[in-house]
């Protein structure tokens, strides 16, 4: 079973990332084999990310296999999504 996995980097002044999360139960211990595949980005003000930011879930509660056979897309489109991301867009 996989934890968190997650791509940062920053376009101009905001911080974006692609992310693979694992689904949570209440126990804090995560269900297995199933995550969801997510877009963010935010922006830093004194160091502190501004919240609540940007955020597009390309799959949500998705079985991993899923995830792997579909990865040149997700990250495709993630690109897409990210790189594209205007100040505006972000809710501060």
């Given at each position: 079973?996989?934890?968190?996995?997650?791509?940062?980097?920053?376009?101009?002044?905001?911080?974006?990332?692609?992310?693979?999360?694992?689904?949570?139960?209440?126990t804090?211990?995560?269900y297995?084999?199933?995550?969801?595949?997510?877009?963010?980005?935010?922006?830093?003000?004194?160091g502190?990310?501004?919240?609540?930011?940007?955020?597009?879930?390309?799959?949500?509660?998705s079985?991993?296999?899923?995830?792997?056979?579909?990865?040149?897309?997700?990250?495709f489109?993630?690109?897409?999504?990210?790189?594209?991301?205007?100040?505006?867009?972000?809710?501060?």
């Amino acid at each position: 079973m996989l934890g968190e996995r997650r791509i940062d980097w920053k376009e101009n002044q905001i911080c974006v990332a692609i992310i693979i999360q694992p689904i949570f139960l209440m126990t804090g211990d995560t269900y297995p084999s199933f995550y969801n595949f997510i877009n963010v980005a935010w922006i830093m003000k004194n160091g502190i990310a501004v919240k609540p930011g940007w955020k597009k879930m390309l799959l949500e509660k998705s079985n991993y296999n899923l995830i792997e056979k579909e990865i040149d897309e997700l990250l495709f489109q993630s690109e897409n999504n990210l790189c594209n991301i205007k100040l505006g867009d972000i809710e501060l």
